[in-house]
């Protein structure tokens, strides 16, 4: 439990989102913007059918119907022989795009600034400066940052999930506002069928009835998110169904421009805070690793791709105990994707005994892919966790991936063996290698700070167990809340920047151990990693070495009375 606090900066929170309704003036504007060009036959209808979610995905069923309507002549800015809009992340190609685009910039930033304007306004100059309270004051943050999650829902797709992106980021915002960003949900309405079988045809060049048996303008989405939507249904002249991801139109144009608008408002936001503030500038690096990610969700080759090279890195290295589904290439483009159905049910909506017996599963997959491939699985939300009919462990959605360097695999290892050890100026010095601090950081005022909060992390661990008859688990985790939230300021307060792909590992623990939870609520995500993370280690290190330290860190955990804890990392050795 003390490993998990110390690693894991964020609380537990629920991965279920409630029902939201999408923004409305999101799809009007999208509407309005193509009626300045093009003449309309018939009057649109306002009749609309809000989505529900599905369970804790950020995948939602339904569909919002605008009938007698069209969203715009499908991919017109790629077929504009003038158009020079990239695909993939080309700052100076899209800055000229966009450039040459006055009007339609001016009306989206106006939307945007017209809302987070007064809110900034508010945040720093009345509260900060003036009142001076919300600094200290838990209650006054988190008023804010439930008002700067309803903003960012209502601006769309894309600012949730920037909002999403920085949720993960404890060196950028205060707990209080990581909490509550942690809720937003990427679930909005889907658009009309018949739009989709246009990308299709569009995309493959065919009729949709030569492709599909079943697939005309009256079959509904299983699913729908802000990038795309999901169908249910089967190829020609082949078994068992499929699943068919369809781009929603325009939204390579959309999320471009709002990227372009955020780029600016992150420039301006960096200049301001370096100039006020010894702050490491970061803004605009966040920005663009952001849309780089973005854009690579866009790109459906890519994320077959990716797919692809799951299936064939981790079903031998986990001996077929996970099933990655097979992706049929010949309809697959940067738009369409169709893979093959997985039928079963969420790994966290299972039975207990289903989450006992397959978490262990996770936990080695998630390390093989750390500590081994060097290239995870960076959006594992419940949704994409299913358990086949088989009982297999099926991972699906690849369209965010993440790359680490092969040196930070091996120091990330080590890392996990300073934690069991309680070597805290280890865990200094690794956090320097994996670019979390600067080389020049103070290391003699920084570590007496960070010890101070292991040793009280150990303390909690121990009275934990020695209570551990008489008290409730929700009440022993509260023990911790107060280790995490120490944390959380030590980043604040200090040069820490946590790297690109490190925040997408916290998320993935997140949702790991959050489903683990739910079948055994003493569940430790790092206790379950010990095993794998020993033997990774021997592997990379040599086994003398680390024995002497597991060996020190299996005596540390016995005094604190954690026997079991103790066992299993001897048995790693």
Known sequence: ?????????????????????????????????????????????????????????????????????????????????????????????????FDERPLEILSRSSEILGKIVPYLTKLFIWEYLIRRKIKDHEGLQKKYAIELREILTGLGPCFIKLGQAISIRPDILPSSFLFELQKLCDAVPSYPTKDAISVIESELGRNIEDIFDDFD????????????????????????????????????????????????????????????????????????????????????LNEAKNQKRCKDELEPRLKNKIYVPEVYNKYTTRKVLVTEWIEGNQLAKSSPEVINKLIPVGVECFLIQLLDTGFFHADPHPGNLLVTQSGQLALIDFGLMADVPIQDTKTMTMTIVHLMQGDVPGLVEDAVQLGFLPEDVDRESLTPILQKVFDSAQLAVTEQVKQAKYQAVTSRRKQFWAVSFDLNKIFFLYPFLVPDYFALITRAMIVLEGIAVTGDPEFDLFRAAYPYSLKRAIQLFGYSGIKQIATEAASRMLEMGLQTESEVILRGV
């Open 217 to 300: 303008r009256n079959t509904s989405p299983i699913a729908a998110a802000s990038l795309g939507q999901v169908y249910k249904v089967r190829l020609k002249g082949e078994p068992g169904f499929v699943g068919v991801k369809v781009q929603r139109p325009d939204m390579h144009h959309y999320v471009l421009r709002d990227i372009y608008i955020m780029r600016w408002i992150a420039r301006c936001t960096q200049w301001v805070k370096t100039t006020i503030s010894k702050q490491r500038p970061y803004d605009v690096n966040l920005l663009d690793t952001f849309a780089r990610a973005t854009l690579k969700e866009l790109d459906y």
């Open 1 to 97: 439990m003390m490993q998990s606090t110390v690693l894991v900066q964020l609380a537990r929170t629920s991965q279920r989102c409630g029902e939201r309704s999408f923004h409305i003036s999101y799809i009007k504007d999208a509407l309005n913007s193509r009626l300045r060009k093009h003449r309309v036959r018939s009057k649109h209808s306002k009749k609309m059918m809000y989505a529900s979610m599905l369970g804790g995905s950020t995948l939602t069923a339904g569909y919002l119907v605008l009938e007698n309507s069209r969203i715009g002549p499908i991919y017109e800015f790629e077929r504009d022989k003038t158009a020079t809009l990239p695909l993939d992340y080309d700052i100076p190609r899209m800055q000229k795009y």
